[in-house]
Structures are given as structure tokens and as C-alpha cells.
């Protein structure tokens, strides 16, 4: 009886679908109609979207239906009408049945593309494809292959319909199952219906492609502009607004305006597709969230979309000053906050020097740097747009903050006097020269991937620790290091072994370094060490390059200065040396300074650096102040 009368259930509703009335939304908990359209503009003869024709609509998504028939004919007329009820017998003179059970995937709803985790849900849309509800349940099934590997065995679960899923509307359904996809890379996830009966297995399935991307929170949105002929720059920035840069290219908007594809100028190839933005949503304001991919990496969309139209590509430039320097160099014509493209990309240089008021005897304190410096820039923003930069000095800034990873062409850099804390040098493989005396600098420096430093001045950046593999930064990839200067850094320890092309250190004032190894680096020129806790016996007898020497006001007990035949200028004074020292072989022997401190009994001289002592013949530049008279040879 049950199935008597759902056939004649049946029959009413292929008659009214016959007459053009428009489908009834059952509005069950357990389903959701993606279309809502009632396909009244549809044609008299079947030819439109929806029942009477040959396409169904799930939202924006047509699918051909897998049955014809002309709107103007009856329900006994019909040739072909497919049923899902089984083991019904029916008047076959009247009507021919058949299984008509289509049922697929439409899409997967989630994960979405952006920084996934290990425990991923997967929640996928399944829709009637055919023209009878489906009553009671059907399998669905998951697999998942990571980048070119194999799919993995099918999961296999039970969807449960508890009211029924009616012709041309979809449900979604949420795995038991999770997945995980913390690592980062393309993965493939299928999901695919499995009803018995279904009438073309074609639709079963459907494969999503997600990307697990790196998140970084570095760089959120200035703004995003699109242009009338499909071109888009998209700046960046930082929560501190140090990271302004622009991204052009070209775009094309799919998926119903929920994806963005974002390629280099010229292309709409996948080769030369640079990101993605997935999710779009554009507010009443046009301001926009979402999840960006640009060249791999993960940024959350924050507030700032704007439409605006440029003829060329613009880089930002927040800070009035440094857009005034640009116009003095002839970089820029106007103070409007952006510089074009091509003048950014011409730009090799940036050298700002603060005007400097301080002066020894000067009411203005050193440290002081609001009021001892002047014209003052604040944000260096808009130089990651410079990419051939080569040189940047800004001494006596307002900087509390540099991004210099989007100049890796860069090969001198000088920042001192400023307050930025932080310095990232990992993209500038090119820099040989960097200064940023008297900063914040806490630690930790790395310069691991700068391997052609010459010159390395950190004085006075409070890095603390000790210096060498293994500590607060490593100077032992560095073989071509020359000068390195890391006056007042609180050091404890300091290892220059690989280091031996030196020929200038500078450890003196604010730092407690025991003691120093100096046998590799014959080449040493200068030495400044002075109030930097050397104890105990300091070995230069390898230094015979040695000019300066300045180890004044530690607790030194003992030097040799035998092989230093070059030496020009020698402190030694506030030490614990006692008994004699012997500088008769350093023939260039200028500066000579032991007068104070110490415990010398004898200091043995040559008869030219004693009569020069003695007035005779002095040469230009003699200066000689001893506690005790220089002689030939001790009692």
C-alpha cells in the first residue's frame, strides 16, 4: 500500500513538473537549495534551465540533467520516465520504468587554501542530479594525495538522510574523518557518492586542490587597486608600516567572484601566475578579507581595498622627508606620498645623513637623538619597491625599524645613530659593508648568508654575549672580513679564527673579553683593545704586520713585542706588566705610551729610539711618555 501510494505521489508531481510549476523546497534541516530561482523566464517548449529542460541549476553552477522531455506533452505520454522505487510492477502497456538515481559531488566546502593544520575537517556538497529524492542513505567516500604522489586508500563513510534529498538541491555533509595537511605543499582531496542504482557514475566524484601555505603575519594589505584594463598593484605593509611594496601584474576574477588569480604583466598563463587570492569578500565599503598566496607564502587580508586608476605603477612612500630626498635626487616631482615604478627601479642610492648639532662641550646630550639631530626621517618605507639598490646610509635617523629583504643587489649599508632593534640581512647576499653604530640591537644578528662582508661596524648595540660559531652572532663564514668593529657590545668572548684576512679589530670600551686568540690572523694591522678585560699574557708575536696596538687599562701581565718590527703606535698603560719589556725591534716605534700603571723595571730601547727619546733627531710624529727612562740594556 506504502508504495502504491508513493507512486501516485509521484505521478502528481511529474504532472505539475510538466506544467511548468516551479519546484517545491521541502526546507528540511538536513538540506539547503543552492539555486533559489524559480526559472519562470524558462521557454514553453523545455528548452530552459531547471525541469523543463535539459540543465539543472545548483547555484551558479549548471549541470546537464540526464533526461528530455517536451514541456507540452502529458505525463501518459511520456516515453521514458525513471523511477527509484524497486520491486514496484507497473502497467508497462502505460508507462516504461527504470532506475533514474543520479547523485554526486558538487564541490568540497573545506579545507580551504591558506595554513593548515593536522586535524583538517572536510565538509563537501552533495547534490541530486537525477529527478527522484533519495530516501533513505548513500556512502561517500574520501582519499587524498599529496603533491605527485599515489591516492590514498578510500574512507568510507554512511550519510544518513533522514527526511530525503529532493531532485535538484544539495546537502553538505562533514567527514568523521580529518585529515591531515600541516605539511606544506598541493594536495588533492576526492570525495565520491556511492548509491546503488546510481544511473551515470560520470558525476560521482570531485577532486579539490588545496594548498597548505606558510602563514606569515609580516605583511598585511595598504590597499589593492584594480584598474579598468585588468591590471592590479597591490600594496603591503607591516603592522609597524615599514613594509610598504608594491606587487603589479595583471588579474582574473573565477569562481563567482570568490577567487582572484593574480599573474605577472602580459600573461593569463599558468606559468606565469604569481598568487591567488582565495575567499574574497568585499564589504558595502569595499573593504575585503580573505586569504592571499603570493609566491607561497600565507597573508591574512586586512582592511584598505581602494579603486583607484594609475597610468603606471606606483610605489608608497609614506615619509615626506625621504620622498624630499627623492626630489632632490630627481627621483620624483611632487610630495604626494607614491613615486612611480620606473623611478623607484632607477634608484641605486639613498644617502641621508641627519644634520648632526652635537659637539664635545655641547649642552645637547649624545644620546639624545631627537634633539640632536634634525630632518629627521621616521619610515623608510617604500625602498623594498627599490630594486637595484646598492648603497643606503642613514646616520641620525628617527628609524626604529629597516626592511632591507627586498634589496638584494644591496652591498653597503649604514644606519648609525638610530633605534631599530632588529636588523634581517638574510636577503642580501651581495652586502659587503654594513654599519648601524650606537642602535638597539638586541640580540641576535645573523649574517650566515652574507658571506662577502669586508666591513662590520656594531659598536655600541648592547648585542651582549660572544661573538663566533655558536654565538650571538657568527662572524665564521666572513673569510674575507677586514675591518670589524664591536666597540661597547657587554662581550664576553670573541672568535676571529676564520677570520684571516683581518687587519683591523676593535674590542675596546664596554665589553669583558678575557682573553683573544690572534695566531690566525697574520695580518692584523690594528689592534684596539683597550678596557676590554684582557687578563693574563696576550700572544702577538704573529702579528708582524701589527701597526697599532692599543691595550691600555686591562690586567695584561705579559706581551712580547720581539716580531713587531712594524709598530707605530703602542699603549699599554693601566695594566698589571711588571719586570722589563723590550721594544728595541720595533724600529717604527712613533707613540710610545707606559706612564702610568703598570710595575716596569726596564725598558730596553735601540740607540735611534733612544736619542729621538732624548731629544736627538726626533722624527715627525714622535711622542714618547714612559714612568721609567728608556736604556740600551737592563742592570
Known sequence: MKKLLFLYILSIFIISCSEKDPV??????????????????????????????????????????????????????????????????????????????????????????????????????????????????????LQLKFEDGEFSDPIVETI???????????????????????????????????????????NNSHVQVVKSLEYTDVCNIHSLIFNEDNTFKLYTNNEEGVCNYVIFGEYQLEQDSSLLKLYSPDSYQEINLIGNIYDVETDDNGEFTGTIDIEGICVQLEDGYEEENYSEGLTYIPDENLENYLIEIGKDDVID????????????????????????????????????????????????????????????????????????????????????????????????????????????????????????????????GFIGEGGHYDISNMPDLIFLDLYDNRLTSVDISNNTKLEEIRINMGNSISTIDFSNNIFLQTILANSSGLEGELDVSNLTELEVLNVAY???????????????????????IEGEIDVSNCTNLLEFYANYGNNLSCIIVNQEQLD????????????????????????
Open 554 to 576: 686591562n690586567n695584561i701581565t705579559e706581551i712580547n713585542f720581539s716580531n713587531n718590527t712594524k709598530l707605530e703606535y703602542l699603549e699599554i698603560n693601566g695594566n698589571q
Open 24 to 141: 517545491v523546497d521541502d526546507n528540511t534541516s538536513e538540506t539547503v537549495d543552492p539555486n533559489g530561482d524559480d526559472n519562470s523566464g524558462g521557454n514553453t517548449d523545455g528548452g530552459g534551465a531547471g525541469w523543463n529542460g535539459d540543465v539543472f541549476s545548483f547555484g551558479e553552477i549548471d549541470v546537464k540533467s540526464q533526461w528530455t522531455f517536451d514541456g507540452n506533452q502529458s505525463s501518459q505520454g511520456l516515453q521514458r520516465i525513471k523511477s527509484r522505487i524497486e520491486d514496484i510492477q507497473i502497467n508497462q502497456a502505460l508507462i516504461d520504468y527504470e532506475d533514474s538515481l543520479d547523485v554526486g559531488v558538487l564541490s568540497v566546502e573545506s579545507p580551504k587554501t591558506g595554513e593548515l593544520t593536522s586535524n583538517e575537517t572536510v565538509s563537501v556538497i552533495v547534490g541530486n542530479y537525477g529527478y527522484l529524492s533519495i530516501l533513505d542513505s548513500l556512502e561517500i567516500s
Open 160 to 202: 544518513i538522510i533522514n527526511d530525503s534529498l529532493p531532485p535538484v538541491e544539495a546537502m553538505e555533509y562533514t567527514f568523521n574523518t580529518t585529515l591531515d595537511l600541516s605539511d606544506k605543499g598541493t594536495y588533492y582531496i576526492g570525495a565520491t557518492t556511492q548509491l546503488q542504482g546510481d544511473m551515470d557514475t560520470d
Open 337 to 464: 606620498g607614491y613615486v612611480t615604478n620606473s623611478q623607484a627601479s632607477s634608484i641605486t642610492a639613498v644617502t641621508i645623513e641627519a644634520e648632526d648639532n652635537w659637539e664635545i662641550g655641547s649642552s645637547i646630550g649624545f644620546w639624545d637623538f631627537d634633539e640632536r639631530f634634525s630632518s629627521r626621517i621616521s619610515n623608510l618605507a617604500g625602498i623594498e619597491a627599490f630594486p637595484n639598490l646598492e648603497r643606503i646610509n642613514l646616520m641620525g635617523q628617527n628609524l626604529d625599524s629597516i626592511n632591507i629583504s627586498k634589496n638584494p643587489k644591496l652591498k653597503s649599508f649604514g644606519a648609525n645613530f638610530n633605534t631599530f632593534k632588529k636588523l634581517d640581512t638574510s636577503n642580501n647576499p651581495e652586502l659587503e659593508w654594513l654599519s648601524i653604530d650606537s642602535n638597539e640591537v638586541t640580540p641576535i644578528l645573523d649574517f650566515s648568508n652574507n658571506p662577502k662582508i669586508t666591513m662590520l661596524s656594531t659598536p655600541m648595540c648592547s648585542i651582549e
Open 612 to 635: 729621538a727619546y732624548n731629544g736627538i733627531n726626533p722624527p715627525d710624529g714622535f711622542k714618547w711618555e714612559l714612568s721609567i727612562e728608556p736604556t740600551l740594556e737592563c742592570n
